[in-house]
């Protein structure tokens, strides 16, 4: 006790010495005002888009079916690519950037914030890629399970849709377009998204709600709405806590932006594959999977969870 308090005392132990200063760093940004900003910098992404829309004349373009053109195709990737951008990728960037930019020159900022400072090493890599491989039956199951469920007949049509634009956007006829495909459907939403979801909603949720599980659910339930296709809620879910989770634990941005580019990669590639003939397997028909494939691959998660959760403190040591 003696020599803390000879440490703020001067030579002549009369005046006392003020203690070192502190850097001022902001205080933390209330997590409804970070929410609103990115809401409200969303709709401002979907009002650039419409213009843009607009003004290309795409709006007058008719739904993108399995029928349609080579040049019908390449114009719906070029709006698909344009919008993911600048409502996902581009508000939540800035979200992150307006509530955690350093302003003093100490502290830290928008980088730690979403944990982007470090790649993810090779065991962690392996680990992510073998996570999300081993929960594919998991997630075929619950897709099974999902389509049973009987939905409104709007949300029917809607779904429709969207299968039939995806199996036109599938149909690669070189590897330009496998490319393409990668970039603008496995990539851009790997970036925006996980920005989106689990940069800003994720962490903001973990700040307000004191249990950091009921934060995942909460925020993979609104990953998996987001999306608005209701036949595929309950397996999106799963990809949305497994996604949660990772980010959770490892707080690293480029590991769920990877294991996304991977779950949304493999679906692509191998879709490629078996328009080449190199594979027999057709992605875009119903697979069905049996309860007991779902359970060892509920079993080989926890396992690979448990993997990363050790591989990830070696590296924080």
């Known amino acids: 006790m003696e020599e803390v308090e000879d440490q703020y005392l001067s030579e002549n132990e009369n005046q006392p010495v003020q203690p070192p200063e502190?850097?001022?760093?902001?205080?933390?940004?209330?997590?409804?005002?970070?929410?609103?900003?990115?809401?409200?910098?969303?709709?401002?992404?979907v009002a650039a888009y419409q213009v843009i829309s607009t003004l290309a004349g795409w709006s007058e373009l008719p739904p993108l079916t399995a029928d349609s053109s080579d040049a019908a195709r390449w114009i719906t990737r070029i709006q698909l690519g344009i919008g993911h951008f600048l409502t996902f990728s581009v508000s939540s960037f800035l979200t992150v950037w307006i509530f955690y930019r350093r302003i003093s020159n100490d502290g830290p900022d928008w980088q730690d914030y979403l944990g982007t400072r470090r790649l993810p090493g090779a065991s962690l890599t392996g680990m992510t890629?073998?996570?999300?491989?081993?929960?594919?039956?998991?997630?075929?199951?619950?897709?099974?399970v999902n389509q049973q469920i009987p939905l409104p007949e709007v949300f029917r049509m809607a779904e429709d849709q969207t299968e039939e634009m995806l199996k036109s956007l599938l149909k690669m006829e070189n590897a330009g377009a496998l490319l393409v495909n990668l970039t603008i459907i496995a990539l851009l939403p790997a970036l925006g998204?996980?920005?989106?979801?689990?940069?800003?909603?994720?962490?903001?949720?973990?700040r307000r709600i004191a249990d950091?599980?009921?934060?995942?659910?909460?925020?993979?339930?609104?990953?998996?709405f987001a999306h608005f296709q209701f036949e595929g809620f309950l397996p999106r879910m799963l990809l949305g806590l497994l996604l949660g989770w990772l980010y959770w634990r490892t707080h690293n941005f480029w590991v769920v932006v990877l294991a996304h580019f991977f779950n949304?990669?493999?679906?692509i590639v191998g879709q490629y594959m078996y328009g080449k003939e190199l594979s027999s397997v057709d992605l875009e028909q119903d697979i069905?999977?049996?309860?007991?494939?779902?359970?060892?691959?509920?079993?080989?998660?926890?396992?690979?969870?448990?993997?990363?959760?050790?591989?990830n403190k070696l590296i924080i040591k």
Do not use: C, K
């Open 22 to 45: 502190v850097p001022w760093r902001p205080p933390e940004p209330r997590v409804r005002m970070v929410l609103i900003a990115q809401f409200a910098l969303f709709l401002m992404g």
């Open 129 to 144: 890629i073998l996570l999300m491989a081993v929960s594919l039956p998991l997630v075929l199951f619950l897709l099974n």
């Open 193 to 206: 998204e996980e920005l989106m979801f689990r940069g800003v909603i994720q962490q903001q949720l973990m």
């Open 212 to 224: 950091p599980r009921l934060a995942l659910l909460l925020s993979a339930a609104i990953f998996s």
């Open 264 to 267: 949304n990669g493999l679906q």
């Open 288 to 311: 069905q999977v049996p309860w007991f494939a779902a359970a060892v691959s509920a079993l080989l998660i926890w396992v690979a969870m448990r993997q990363i959760d050790q591989t």
